[in-house]
């Protein structure tokens, strides 16, 4: 069975004490994951180190980072890179969301270079791909979706591309209260699936996790986590709720 994710992205919130109570909280309630279940925490840098040491003895829950640099090192002040990630033991790391490319520009090119660099340090990138509401107003979301995944990822081998997760984020539906509904959400990821397939193979596509993100909640995740082609979410204000994230992470196939 493909991994099926529930990641939590803090985005800019909670002071650190905040964060590691609602770490505590969660980690508290002792949920066992399957061998295909991930809890993914995506925390601001600062915390990134208390975020890994609490989770490092728990079986398949994993730090992220929000954001990493297009270069490897350098005189970049004020950048976080890949290489310093992997010195603490960071697994995955969500690129593109549609906040980094709205407010910070993130353009596809620039991610293309952020995928690679996390794959080749061992690091697991979420993909961030979706549509603003004028582009779904006039039906045109599938191609949209299509030019950032060609611009940014069918880049890579299929050795790297297996390793990829990606998040569907229909960005009218993110912090609007607004969530696709579990149809239009399958739409989507079976039509990423249908991508993935033309560009590799069959095999490789069905290998690799789609994340919706968008609105989850714990009143909806099971309904969206229940369609074939989702696996799991990218979860903003609800992972900041104990219990609802809690309750998204027992929501999982």
Same mark, same amino acid.
């Given at each position: 069975?493909?991994?099926?994710?529930?990641?939590?992205?803090?985005?800019?919130?909670?002071?650190?004490?905040?964060?590691?109570?609602?770490?505590?909280?969660?980690?508290?309630?002792?949920?066992?994951?399957?061998?295909?279940?991930?809890?993914?925490?995506?925390?601001?840098?600062?915390?990134?180190?208390?975020?890994?040491?609490?989770?490092? /003895?728990?079986?398949?829950?994993?730090?992220?980072?929000?954001?990493?640099?297009?270069?490897?090192? /350098?005189?970049?002040?004020?950048?976080?890179?890949?290489?310093?990630?992997?010195?603490?033991?960071? /697994?995955?790391?969500?690129?593109?969301?549609?906040?980094?490319?709205?407010?910070?520009?993130?353009?596809?090119?620039?991610?293309?270079?952020?995928?690679?660099?996390?794959?080749?340090? /061992?690091?697991?990138?979420?993909?961030?791909?979706?549509?603003?509401?004028?582009?779904?107003?006039?039906?045109?979301?599938?191609?949209?979706?299509?030019?950032?995944?060609?611009?940014?990822?069918?880049?890579?081998?299929?050795?790297?591309?297996?390793?990829?997760?990606?998040?569907?984020?229909?960005?009218?539906?993110?912090?609007?209260?607004?969530?696709?509904?579990?149809?239009?959400?399958?739409?989507?990821?079976?039509?990423?699936?249908?991508?993935?397939?033309?560009?590799?193979?069959?095999?490789?596509?069905?290998?690799?996790?789609?994340?919706?993100?968008?609105?989850?909640?714990?009143?909806?995740?099971?309904?969206?986590?229940?369609?074939?082609?989702?696996?799991?979410?990218?979860?903003?204000?609800?992972?900041?709720?104990?219990?609802?994230?809690?309750?998204?992470?027992?929501?999982?196939?």
């Amino acid at each position: 069975m493909r991994k099926q994710i529930a990641a939590a992205n803090w985005k800019m919130n909670l002071t650190y004490k905040e964060g590691e109570e609602l770490l505590d909280t969660i980690l508290g309630e002792n949920i066992t994951l399957e061998e295909h279940q991930h809890a993914v925490f995506a925390v601001p840098f600062p915390y990134l180190v208390m975020a890994e040491k609490r989770l490092a /003895g728990k079986k398949n829950y994993f730090a992220a980072a929000q954001n990493v640099s297009d270069k490897k090192s /350098g005189a970049y002040t004020g950048e976080v890179s890949v290489e310093m990630l992997q010195s603490i033991h960071i /697994g995955y790391c969500v690129l593109g969301h549609s906040e980094r490319r709205e407010f910070f520009s993130e353009l596809n090119q620039s991610l293309a270079h952020k995928t690679a660099l996390c794959l080749k340090y /061992g690091i697991t990138p979420i993909f961030c791909c979706g549509e603003p509401l004028s582009i779904r107003e006039v039906d045109a979301q599938a191609g949209f979706v299509e030019a950032q995944l060609k611009e940014s990822l069918f880049h890579l081998s299929e050795e790297d591309i297996a390793k990829v997760v990606i998040a569907y984020e229909p960005i009218w539906a993110i912090g609007t209260g607004k969530t696709a509904t579990s149809d239009q959400a399958q739409e989507m990821h079976l039509h990423i699936r249908s991508l993935l397939t033309s560009h590799y193979t069959k095999s490789i596509a069905a290998s690799i996790p789609i994340l919706y993100g968008g609105s989850v909640k714990a009143a909806n995740a099971k309904e969206l986590f229940g369609r074939p082609d989702v696996d799991g979410g990218l979860v903003g204000g609800a992972s900041l709720v104990a219990a609802d994230f809690t309750a998204i992470i027992r929501a999982l196939k």
